[in-house]
């Protein structure tokens, strides 16, 4: 085999590698490296923790949608939606939510998915104390809201 297919080869396999460490010293995520998140900590109790993102419906604001589909912001994963709209919640980034909000109306007006009009993003926190048997997944002990974003009423027919 020639040298430079053998350096070429070397060079990918580091830019793998290093791309891993560099992604498990930063503790972030860039595709298609990643530190792990799910498995990079040691939990020591059962105690469970998740952000719930749910839409406001534009018709009854007390109905809520759970936003879960992957149609409604494909082709992101539900997994890294629920990640950035939770992080979006914790640091009040009206801007994120707002984008979230007008993808889905955008999607949703192009029969790219089935969803109700929205007028709002709420993004709970569910807690639990799991059982060995996870028997209360559906009941969580814990519902927080961490934030809620409203489409101003001005904005709403003007492109979402």
């Known amino acids: 085999m020639r040298p430079w297919r053998v350096w070429l080869v070397y060079g990918i396999v580091a830019a793998l590698v290093l791309g ?8 972030s995520e860039h595709w298609p490296f990643s530190n792990y998140p799910m498995w990079a900590r040691v939990t020591r ?21 759970k936003l879960t589909d992957p149609a409604y912001f494909a082709p992101m994963p539900v997994y ?6 939770e992080r979006a919640a914790r640091r009040k980034r009206e801007d994120m939510l707002r984008d979230y909000l007008a993808r889905y109306e955008r999607r949703r007006e192009a029969g790219e998915h089935a969803g109700p009009a929205l007028r709002g ?11 060995r ?27 979402q």
């Open 80 to 85: 890294y939606q629920r990640l950035n709209l």
């Open 45 to 65: 109790d059962w105690n469970v923790r998740v952000a719930d993102p749910v839409g406001v419906t534009a018709a009854n604001p007390s109905l809520e949608v």
């Open 121 to 131: 993003i709420r993004v709970y926190e569910n807690a639990w104390l799991m059982d």
């Open 20 to 27: 891993h460490l560099m992604e498990i010293a930063r503790q």
């Open 133 to 159: 048997g996870a028997s209360n997944v559906p009941t969580p002990e814990r519902r927080t809201l961490l934030y809620e974003y409203q489409a101003p009423a001005a904005a709403k027919g003007a492109g």
